[in-house]
């Protein structure tokens, strides 16, 4: 028999009659549920169904829009996707002088690990553009030596773009509001310590000269608060005090960043992750 399957999905505050109010709806519509997973985490519900619309009784954008209406009413997010719809993620990586984790992202989306569109590399400076090139990612660059024209230039080219998300890979500017506004949760930014420890520039010779013995860094969604948004993932590396020289140090802590910075832009793509009361809870990906 032929099946319409589809992807319901379902994330807000946790509270009674959710399930019952979204599936009696269902239902009603003739629509079947094949498959739901469901789970609360710190308080904050979701769930993902399975269902099958072959017998839908009303238009897929009635159903759409009944369903945003019982999302507004219990105040949680419900959004609704036809199952294999390809809807592969835009992502643009800004970059400024280090190439380490441009090589990496790059790398790791050449072999499919990171699967999503690159559709640019936007910079600062001219330097990283032959590794732009290398893996064949559009390169677009404007200084910053005027502040304001730079954050110009990176608000013109992500509306053209339109990413899904943005990945900061060692791009050294502080993002403008603006920027931060238009694509709140959607920024994903590595630093080079495990926050909330060293915040700010240099962060490994303030690690370095504090003597501390486990340094690490931090992949984080970005906010209008310099290094303070919520974290995604922290990875550390060890530090032989009185042996390791400072160079030894961010060599360490570079090979560390690239790692952790992809695998937060994998978990982003695969949709496993839910921002919530500024923190980061981790979910199955889709179905």
């Given at each position: 028999?032929p099946?319409?399957p589809a992807i ?8 009674k009659?959710?399930v ?5 709806y269902l239902?009603e ?11 609360v985490?710190e ?7 399975l ?5 839908l ?11 945003k209406k019982i999302?507004?009413e219990m105040?949680?997010?419900v959004?609704?996707r036809?199952?294999g719809?390809?809807s592969r993620?835009?992502m643009v ?12 992202l790059a790398h ?6 990171i ?8 910079s ?9 090139e290398k ?6 660059y ?13 608000l ?13 890979a ?6 403008s509001?603006e920027?931060?506004n238009?694509y709140r949760?959607?920024?994903?930014n590595?630093?080079?310590?495990l926050?909330p420890?060293y ?8 690690a370095?000269?504090?003597?501390v013995?486990?340094?690490g860094?931090?992949?984080?969604f970005?906010?209008?608060e310099l290094d303070q ?6 990875d ?16 360490r802590g570079?090979?560390?960043?690239a790692?952790?910075l992809?695998r937060?832009?994998?978990?982003f793509i ?13 979910r199955?990906?889709?179905?």
């Amino acid at each position: 028999m032929p099946t319409s399957p589809a992807i319901i999905t379902i994330i807000g505050r946790d509270q009674k009659g959710i399930v019952a109010r979204v599936s009696t709806y269902l239902a009603e519509q003739n629509v079947n549920i094949e498959n739901i997973d469901q789970r609360v985490m710190e308080g904050l519900f979701i769930m993902t169904m399975l269902v099958d619309l072959a017998d839908l009784s009303c238009s897929l954008d009635q159903l759409i829009l009944d369903l945003k209406k019982i999302g507004r009413e219990m105040q949680v997010d419900v959004t609704v996707r036809l199952h294999g719809e390809k809807s592969r993620k835009r992502m643009v990586i800004l970059v400024s002088r280090e190439p380490h984790c441009l090589e990496k992202l790059a790398h790791d989306h050449r072999d499919g690990l990171i699967d999503a569109d690159i559709v640019a590399v936007l910079s600062n400076h001219e330097v990283l553009r032959p590794v732009a090139e290398k893996y064949q990612l559009p390169f677009r660059y404007f200084p910053s030596t005027d502040k304001k024209a730079h954050m110009e230039f990176l608000l013109r080219e992500l509306s053209e773009l339109r990413p899904d998300l943005v990945v900061l890979a060692r791009y050294m500017q502080i993002l403008s509001p603006e920027v931060v506004n238009a694509y709140r949760n959607r920024i994903i930014n590595i630093h080079p310590s495990l926050l909330p420890y060293y915040p700010g520039a240099n962060a490994y010779r303030q690690a370095y000269e504090a003597g501390v013995r486990v340094c690490g860094c931090t992949a984080h969604f970005v906010t209008e608060e310099l290094d303070q948004g919520p974290v995604i993932l922290q990875d550390v590396f060890h530090i032989e005090v009185g042996k390791d020289t400072l160079e030894d140090v961010k060599q360490r802590g570079r090979e560390l960043e690239a790692s952790v910075l992809s695998r937060a832009v994998q978990m982003f793509i695969k949709e496993e992750l839910v921002v919530a009361d500024g923190k980061v809870l981790f979910r199955p990906g889709r179905l």
